[in-house]
Structures are given as C-alpha cells and as structure tokens.
C-alpha cells in the first residue's frame, strides 16, 4: 500500500491465447505524487461528483525488460471501512497533460493526473487491472483524509 510520496513496484505478465498458464513478463514503478480533493470548479466541470473528486498525480514507470501496458479507465476501485469497492474512474480531467493509459516501453514513464470520484475523504484505491487470474490488485494508494 503506497501513501503519497512513496512509491512500489508490481509485476506484469501475460497469459496464453486461453486466458491461462499466466507468466511474469515485467516490471513497473509507480511513485504516488501528490492526492488532492477537489471542487468540479476547480477542475472545470459542471459533473457533480456521487461522492468526492480527487486529483491523484501519479508516476509510472517501466522498470522491466519487456513492453507493458497502463489500463486505468475502469480499473480504479476506491474503498473504505464503510463502503464496498466501487469504480472510481471518471472523464473529468482526460486530455489535460500526459496519458498514464499507454503502453511503456523498458525505461520509459510518464508523470499524470486522474481525476477520480470517490465515496469520501480516506480509504484506499486500487488499480485492479492484471493478466494474471490469480493475482491480487498491482498496487493499492492510500488516500490522506
């Protein structure tokens, strides 16, 4: 689990053409930059968000030897002690500065921001998007209250 100025690795990998026999084909970096609630004025929008917007500014990175690649959209999950996990991921924000939904080749990064929805102030946010069946989320981010 990373707090904002930390930052973690996880692994990639691919399955075979039957969704199955899943191996490790790399590495990634990810730095948590900064986390900061905002208002939809403050980002431009008039969406209201279900519950509260937070710009996450991320850095990743690809630490490996193989190409990778960074789906976020849909792939966020934000929960607390109180509320199940729930799709985080909004629009707002997208066009605005560098992708971190792209492929990364050995040695390449990229320094982002997402704007995500979440319940409220705290609780974790996880990026669950993985090849491999079994595995768990690649990395978890503590929101700061």
Request: charged residues 25%; negative net charge; without cysteine.
């Amino acid at each position: 689990m990373l707090s904002v100025g930390e930052t973690g690795t996880y692994e990639v990998g691919e399955t075979d053409e039957y969704g199955e026999n899943y191996k490790p084909t790399g590495k990634m970096s990810v730095t948590v930059v900064s986390a900061k609630y905002v208002t939809p004025a403050e980002i431009g929008t008039s969406n209201k968000p279900k519950g509260q917007f937070v710009e996450l500014t991320l850095t990743i990175k690809n630490v490996g030897k193989s190409k990778a690649r960074v789906m976020t959209y849909g792939n966020l999950q934000w929960e607390d002690d109180q509320t199940a996990a729930q799709d985080a991921t909004t629009l707002e924000g997208v066009g605005e500065g560098p992708e971190l939904d792209t492929e990364y080749k050995p040695g390449q990064g990229v320094t982002g921001k997402l704007i995500l929805d979440v319940g409220r102030r705290g609780g974790i946010v996880s990026y669950t998007y993985s090849e491999d069946p079994e595995g768990a989320a690649p990395f978890k981010v503590k929101l700061p209250k």
